[in-house]
């Protein structure tokens, strides 16, 4: 598919401090579009000066909520090269979500040469500070203007990119979880797996009840029992208990996190035990008040690894690690990171170049 550039005219300026960056507040000069119809299919593939997107008011998008999205990064490699981390897993998982919410799959190869050609033209913004990265937000909305309950014809399919600096203002130092029991997020038969809005919008508010007391993030439990640990709102959740590591299997209301599935590899070529089981919410706490949870952890594009050091149950604190961060997380956060930025050997061929 040719792709049409449009550069723009008056560039942006640049964060001139990048160690002080937030998350997903800034965006660079362009951004990549392609249109979709059940009769042409994808078509008008154009890369433009970031810009807002003019919708019909009737859009599905923002009246039954039929939009998918994905997220991930570029990283600027020790050599000044740019480094994606498994972006063909993105771009699937994206059409795995694509076909949860009934809309039109996006050949990988055309998302993948779309993004790079972004990326290129928009180089000089992918940051150089230690920690930071250049977030990449793939999404897909239902353009069509109806009101009525149907898949639309229509949809957009668009690339906005940004530099950003770590997701939680911690850092790596350990967050405070909440553990939801009050509320539920997803449910297995749901759209829980996929990489949609209205998962989020379930999480809102739940979590802002969260943060006035104090906490970083929700630890959701599942929808029917409230019995099962699920993930947190942003991250996957791995519990080391007695030397192993668990973590909630893919039941069909969690996403498939990719950095999920890289730690997973990882521990297991390292001769860590894992298991992918149901864990219960009081198996955890047992653990914690026994001493056997050794560490306890999220994982996810944004923040890499997270170390947890506290969750709390039914108005009841339990410390993990003592609050500080794991020796298994901290190494597992220094071999992924080692190689997205090009400093540890790509020995499962994760890495891709753009340029």
């Known amino acids: 598919m040719e792709i049409k550039v449009i550069q723009s005219g008056e560039l942006k300026e640049k964060p001139s401090d990048e160690s002080a960056l937030g998350f997903g507040q800034i965006f660079t000069d362009h951004m990549f579009l392609v249109d979709y119809d059940d009769k042409k299919g994808w078509h008008n593939a154009r890369i433009e000066p970031y810009h807002p997107l003019e919708i019909d008011p009737a859009a599905v998008v923002l009246h039954y909520g039929q939009e998918i999205f994905e997220g991930l990064k570029a990283y600027r490699g020790k050599d000044d090269s740019i480094n994606l981390f498994r972006p063909a897993d993105n771009f699937r998982r994206m059409n795995k979500s694509a076909q949860r919410l009934c809309m039109p799959e996006i050949e990988e190869g055309i998302a993948m040469e779309a993004l790079k050609k972004l990326i290129t033209l928009d180089r000089e913004w992918v940051p150089k500070a230690e920690g930071t990265s250049l977030y990449i937000r793939p999404t897909m909305i239902a353009t069509e203007a109806f009101l009525g309950v149907r898949p639309a014809s229509k949809c957009l399919y668009y690339i906005i990119i940004g530099p950003v600096g770590s997701y939680y203002k911690e850092g790596l130092n350990p967050v405070k979880i909440f553990v939801e029991d009050k509320y539920v997020r997803a449910v297995v038969g749901g759209i829980g797996e996929a990489k949609t809005g209205g998962n989020y919008a379930a999480s809102l508010l739940a979590t802002e009840e969260a943060k006035k007391k104090g906490f970083t993030q929700v630890l959701w439990l599942d929808g029917c029992e409230k019995k099962w640990v699920e993930e947190v709102g942003t991250m996957n959740m791995f519990f080391v208990i007695d030397d192993v590591a668990l973590t909630s299997p893919l039941t069909g209301s969690i996403l498939g996190g990719i950095t999920r599935d890289s730690v997973i590899r990882i521990l297991k070529d390292w001769g860590v035990k894992v298991k992918e089981k149901l864990v219960s919410i009081d198996e955890v706490v047992s653990a914690a008040e026994s001493g056997r949870l050794k560490e306890?952890?999220?994982?996810?594009?944004?923040?890499?690894?997270?170390?947890?050091?506290?969750?709390?149950?039914?108005?009841?604190?339990?410390?993990?690690?003592?609050?500080?961060?794991?020796?298994?997380?901290?190494?597992?956060?220094?071999?992924?990171?080692?190689?997205?930025?090009?400093?540890?050997?790509?020995?499962?061929?994760?890495?891709e170049k753009v340029c």
């Open 296 to 351: 306890a952890f999220g994982t996810g594009t944004a923040a890499v690894i997270s170390p947890v050091g506290q969750i709390t149950y039914k108005d009841k604190d339990y410390s993990i690690a003592g609050g500080k961060m794991g020796e298994l997380s901290q190494r597992l956060y220094d071999e992924i990171t080692g190689i997205q930025y090009g400093e540890k050997p790509d020995t499962y061929g994760w890495v």
